[in-house]
């Protein structure tokens, strides 16, 4: 799953098309709705979150543009890229360490089951329930990074796009 955003009056290529999988596009729009939310009206940046068809209108885009683009000279956007490295960093630490407990989990479903390749969902003996609750502790966060060439590229689309949908 992703986004696909449309120019709604691309000046040129760069407006065309933007695009970016689920896990790069959340912080994208966490940084828009962060750092410019006085930019956009309230069912906007709700919707951001939706790739359903819903439309930013060419002054939006073009504000966001010009804002992002004083983000990008200022090091605002810097920050931000920062600021989201360091959470993937503390996620994938965390998960790194809940790892040991899924193996050990996973070394008494064998034991029980005789199965060397059984999957979670065949866990006997309750053990699918507290692989769901180590489940449950994991760290999404890992998954959603950032860099500054994706606000660059988001700032590009937004500044020649004439407004755009988010599909």
């Not at 966490?30 to 750092?35: A, F, N, P, Q």
Request: charged share 25%; with cysteine; net charge negative.
């Amino acid at each position: 799953m992703g986004f696909d955003l449309y120019g709604q009056e691309p000046k040129n290529k760069g407006g065309e098309y933007f695009r970016q999988n689920v896990w790069g596009w959340r912080p994208i729009w966490e940084y828009v709705c962060t750092h410019h939310a006085d930019s956009l009206d309230q069912k906007t940046l709700e919707m951001g979150n939706y790739n359903d068809g819903h439309i930013v209108s060419k002054h939006q885009a073009t504000t966001l543009a010009n804002k992002i683009h004083v983000d990008l000279q200022d090091g605002t956007a810097e920050d931000f890229v920062k600021m989201v490295e360091d959470r993937v960093k503390k996620a994938k630490e965390h998960n790194e360490k809940l790892e040991f407990h899924f193996e050990l989990l996973k070394q008494q479903a064998i034991e029980i089951s005789g199965d060397s390749n059984i999957a979670p969902v065949n866990y006997p003996n309750g053990l699918d329930g507290q692989w769901q609750f180590l489940m449950s502790l994991r760290d999404r966060r890992e998954s959603y990074p950032i860099s500054i060439n994706d606000i660059l590229e988001f700032q590009v689309f937004c500044k020649y796009s004439g407004g755009f949908s988010i599909c």
